[in-house]
């Protein structure tokens, strides 16, 4: 992350509309939108966001641009596993490190109480699954039409 202006940290409640209409416009632009992306949309609305800044096994972290927000990680933890929900990145701010950084500052976050993190990718999701091999992130399953599309499994010891 080169500006200085360019910073990560925790979603505060005064940026939870502006993060559920960052997630609305990025989830759109991906590839395999689908119904159940779409029903995505509605569980981060700036309403849910807002309880879910309450919930201590959610983690959602920002990356912003001065006042905009450029990056969107949402991960959960539950009984001493985590799993990556999002991580979702402004295309023009792609391949500078920020989707690195929220998840290394989520693996930090989750390390205390949790010891194994999973994520899933598309098979076509090639940026996505260098990225999470880049990480040490290793494919521990493929499930065929899950969710009505197939899914690789990543899993990450920390
Ligand atoms: C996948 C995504 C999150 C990557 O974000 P990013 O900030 O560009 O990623 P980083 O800059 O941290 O890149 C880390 C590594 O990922 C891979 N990568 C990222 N962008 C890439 C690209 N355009 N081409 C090839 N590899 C790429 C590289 O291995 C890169 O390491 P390198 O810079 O040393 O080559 C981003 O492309 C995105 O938002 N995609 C849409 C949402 C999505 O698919 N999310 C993942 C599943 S939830």
Same mark, same amino acid.
């Given at each position: 992350?080169?500006?200085? =202006?360019?910073?990560?940290?925790?979603?505060? !409640?005064?940026? /939870?509309?502006? /993060?559920?209409?960052?997630? =609305?416009? /990025?989830?759109?632009?991906?590839?395999?939108?689908?119904?159940?992306?779409? @029903?995505?949309?509605?569980?981060? $609305? $700036?309403? !849910?966001?807002?309880?879910?800044? =309450?919930?201590?096994?959610? &983690? #959602?972290?920002?990356?912003?641009?001065?006042?905009?927000?450029?990056?969107?990680? $949402?991960?959960? $933890? %539950?009984?001493?596993?985590?799993? &990556?929900?999002?991580?979702?990145? @402004?295309?023009?701010?792609? %391949?500078?490190? &920020?989707?690195?950084?929220?998840?290394?500052?989520?693996?930090?976050?989750?390390?205390?109480?949790? %010891?194994?993190?999973?994520?899933?990718?598309?098979?076509? !999701?090639?940026?996505?699954?260098? #990225?999470?091999?880049?990480?040490?992130?290793?494919?521990?399953?493929? #499930?065929?039409?899950? %969710? !009505?599309? @197939?899914?690789?499994?990543?899993?990450?010891?920390?």
């Amino acid at each position: 992350m080169q500006s200085n =202006k360019i910073a990560i940290g925790r979603l505060k !409640n005064a940026d /939870a509309s502006v /993060a559920a209409r960052f997630f =609305k416009g /990025a989830l759109k632009t991906l590839p395999y939108y689908s119904p159940e992306t779409r @029903d995505d949309i509605a569980l981060y $609305s $700036s309403k !849910n966001l807002r309880k879910d800044l =309450k919930d201590r096994n959610l &983690i #959602l972290l920002v990356v912003k641009d001065d006042k905009k927000i450029i990056g969107f990680i $949402s991960a959960s $933890s %539950h009984k001493a596993t985590g799993w &990556i929900d999002y991580v979702l990145v @402004d295309p023009n701010y792609r %391949h500078r490190g &920020i989707a690195s950084s929220l998840i290394r500052n989520t693996e930090r976050a989750m390390k205390r109480s949790t %010891h194994k993190i999973w994520v899933d990718t598309s098979p076509d !999701n090639l940026k996505a699954i260098k #990225l999470f091999r880049k990480l040490g992130y290793k494919e521990i399953a493929r #499930l065929g039409r899950y %969710h !009505n599309q @197939d899914k690789i499994i990543w899993e990450k010891s920390l």
